[in-house]
């Protein structure tokens, strides 16, 4: 591997969590609070923001996932994809989870949940929109969180690396078509121009400026310039979130007051898919014989979401105050406490997860 490549991938992997990261629970249940309050009180801005579209596309809400988006982009070494094959047991595995598996567990599981088991104590004009933001939620693999998860259960830096490049590559292509089939499959209806419009909005155009602005500041000044510049730009990323969800629940606040445990009954199908997969990724390593030290982010990436593109995306097909929305938020809620809980049990179990590999050779 290129030195270049290898220091990103140090830098990528190394760094710990943040004070905002580590506490994002609590500073989403503040912005919660506060955008429901604010919804509740003063209403006309939320309606003036709401009213700024272009072609279903809310403009400050673009800017805003702008924002969260392209700073982690400038992570992405897609010079890494070449170096699939050095871990291509993990690879596999994780992609098979990531593109054949959640979506489509997640699907089911918001049919289950939804359709069937809390559809008496839901509002039912809004079970669709449930079902349609569960499956966004799914629809594609965590970009930048993962590196953090990977940092904390010592995952293999290369891999986490070269594993996220190769996801985000794929998501330009195969999100849209996922989606599409899955709210089919759900009989929802599909705007399929938005959709499109979303993913080159979303995904095509971040990555492109991301890696436009990630060489350039290489060649100016090296890996040092491209931390330095991703340090400053972090902060504003996770503002620009919570600035999102403050509008997101100033929508949402009177359908919460009036349904005060609906985010509780949206968590319970994201908190199972998320041991599922991580469980099954983590079982499947075991399984072919991979090092803990790329079975463990492979778990991990396995089972989180992208969820800053959920709820871009959501926004667009289905509106500020659907149910799709609310659904997306509710991942981002729950994702650093269970994802940190995964964590644990990862670490935790890095003995018994020995026991069962070979006990020569090279693991990959």
């Known amino acids: 591997m290129s030195t270049q490549c290898e220091t990103t991938a140090k830098r990528a992997a190394g760094n710990p969590m943040g004070f905002i990261e ?82 489509f567990s997640m699907a089911l599981l918001a049919w289950i949940c939804i359709r069937v088991v809390f559809a008496p104590y839901l509002p039912a004009e809004q079970a669709d929109a449930y079902v349609a933001g569960l499956i966004l939620l799914a629809a594609a693999p965590c970009t930048a969180m993962v590196f953090v998860w990977s940092h904390l259960s010592d995952g293999e ?41 979303s993913v080159v909005l979303y995904i095509l155009i971040p990555v492109a400026i991301g890696q436009g602005w990630r060489r350039v500041l290489l060649r100016r000044g090296g890996e040092q310039a491209l931390q ?83 709820v871009a995306t959501a926004i667009s097909l289905f509106g500020f105050s659907s149910g799709a929305a609310l659904a997306t938020v509710v991942g981002v809620l729950v994702e650093v406490p269970v994802m940190l809980s995964v964590v644990k049990i990862v670490n935790g179990t890095r003995g018994w997860y020995a026991r069962g590999l070979p006990a020569a050779g090279s693991l990959r």
């Open 22 to 103: 580590r506490y994002l629970t609590l500073w989403v249940a503040l912005c919660i609070i506060a955008g429901i309050v604010l919804g509740h009180f003063f209403p006309a801005p939320f309606r003036l923001v709401g009213r700024l579209e272009l072609a279903r596309v809310n403009l400050p809400v673009a800017g805003l996932i702008w924002l969260m988006i392209i700073p982690m982009l400038l992570k992405i070494d897609f010079a890494a994809l070449h170096h699939v094959k050095e871990h291509w047991k993990g690879v596999g595995v994780t992609l098979f989870v990531n593109w054949a598996v959640k979506p």
């Open 228 to 310: 330095a510049m991703f340090d400053r730009l972090h902060p504003l990323s996770l503002t620009a979130l919570l600035a999102t969800l403050v509008l997101l629940f100033g929508f949402q606040g009177e359908q919460i007051l009036a349904q005060p445990f609906v985010i509780a009954m949206l968590a319970v199908p994201i908190l199972i898919q998320v041991y599922f997969n991580s469980g099954l990724a983590y079982l499947l390593n075991r399984q072919f014989g991979v090092a803990h030290n790329v079975a463990a982010p492979s778990a991990l990436i396995g089972a989180s979401n992208f969820f800053e593109l959920a």
């Open 157 to 197: 830096p290369h891999f986490t690396l070269t594993q996220v490049a190769l996801n985000d590559t794929i998501m330009i292509f195969a999100f849209a078509p996922i989606v599409g089939l899955l709210l089919g499959l759900s009989a929802i209806h599909v705007p399929w121009g938005t959709l499109v419009l």
